[in-house]
């Protein structure tokens, strides 16, 4: 869900031994986004101190999980 963020497991995916977060863009198939993949962005992951974005796959073996805020 869009605003949602991801949690990558640790040593996951390109993610640290201390894991990851992400900022849920959009999520498909919507926005141009293919089914099962969603757009996200990201801090620290391209460099320090830089904002990136990237579409990804919702992978379980890569994404712990992801946290929902309150409507």
Not at 1 to 14: D, E, F, H, K, S
Not at 26 to 34: E, F, S, T
Not at 42 to 55: A, F
């Amino acid at each position: 869900m869009p605003g949602a963020i991801g949690v990558y497991w640790p040593g996951r995916g390109g993610a640290s031994w201390v894991g990851h977060v992400v900022y849920v863009e959009a999520v498909g198939p919507n926005d141009g986004i293919p089914a099962g993949y969603f757009k996200l962005s990201e801090m620290n992951w391209d460099g320090w101190d830089r904002v990136d974005y990237r579409v990804v796959a919702n992978d379980p073996n890569v994404f712990q999980g992801f946290i929902y805020g309150h409507p």
